[in-house]
C-alpha cells in the first residue's frame, strides 16, 4: 500500500529561510486580504526579514513546517521574549498589562512568560495537524526559559480562536489597543 502522507518536517528556522518566512507572513497579513480571505484567518503581526533574522538568531524564535517533497515553506511561528519585543508597541502595552491578568490564579508576568505568535499555516496545509506540531515544537525551546505561553486573538478572528482553544490555551480576558478588541490566552509552557 502507498502511503500518499506528506512529509514534513518542523525545525528552527535558518538564516536561508527568513526571505520564504516573510513571503508566507505576506500572504496571510489581514493588510492583504480581502474582508472574505479574513474569514480563514489572518495575522497582524509585521516584521521587516531584518527582524525576522534577529528573532531567528537571537531568541530561536522562528519554527517553521517545511515540505520536503515540494521544498516549500508551508507554516511558521512566531515567539519571543516580551524584552525582544518591546520596540513593538503593542507588544510592548502587552508586556505591561500582563499582571492585570490571571492564569490558573497566578499573575501573568513579562519574566515568567513569553510572546507566542503569529502562527501561519499555508491554505493548502491546514487541518493537516501542522500547527498542532509547530507549538508543540516551539513549547520544547521556550520551555527552558519561560513556564507560561501568551498570545493574543483579534476578536475577528474566530478561526484563530478555536486553533487556540482547541490547542489547551485558556482565555483569560480581553483588551483592547489601536482600536482593536483581543483575547488574552495563556497555556503552560511545560504541559
Not at 84 to 109: C, H
Request: charged share 25%; with cysteine; proline share 2%.
Amino acid at each position: 500500500m502507498k502511503d500518499n502522507s506528506v512529509k514534513i518536517t518542523v525545525r528552527l528556522a535558518n538564516s536561508e529561510d527568513i526571505a520564504e518566512v516573510k513571503q508566507l507572513l505576506e500572504r496571510h497579513h489581514v493588510k492583504n486580504l480581502a474582508a472574505e480571505q479574513r474569514a480563514n484567518g489572518f495575522v497582524t503581526t509585521d516584521m521587516t526579514e531584518q527582524q525576522l533574522k534577529n528573532l531567528s538568531d537571537e531568541e530561536s524564535g522562528v519554527v517553521v513546517a517545511y515540505d520536503e517533497e515540494k521544498q516549500k515553506m508551508v507554516g511558521l511561528l512566531l515567539g519571543a521574549s516580551w524584552q525582544f519585543l518591546k520596540p513593538w508597541p503593542m507588544f510592548d502595552y502587552m508586556a505591561n498589562i500582563l499582571q492585570n491578568y490571571q492564569f490558573r490564579n497566578e499573575s501573568i508576568s513579562a519574566v515568567s512568560s513569553y510572546q507566542y505568535g503569529p502562527i501561519c499555516i499555508d491554505a493548502a496545509y491546514r487541518s493537516q495537524g501542522i500547527g498542532e506540531k509547530l507549538l508543540a515544537f516551539q513549547r520544547k525551546v521556550f520551555a527552558k526559559k519561560f513556564g507560561q505561553t501568551v498570545t493574543f486573538v483579534n476578536v475577528l478572528n474566530p478561526r484563530s480562536y478555536a486553533f487556540h482553544r482547541r490547542n489547551q490555551f485558556e482565555d483569560v480576558g480581553l483588551f483592547e489597543f489601536n482600536n482593536n478588541k483581543y483575547h488574552m490566552l495563556a497555556m503552560n509552557t511545560k504541559d
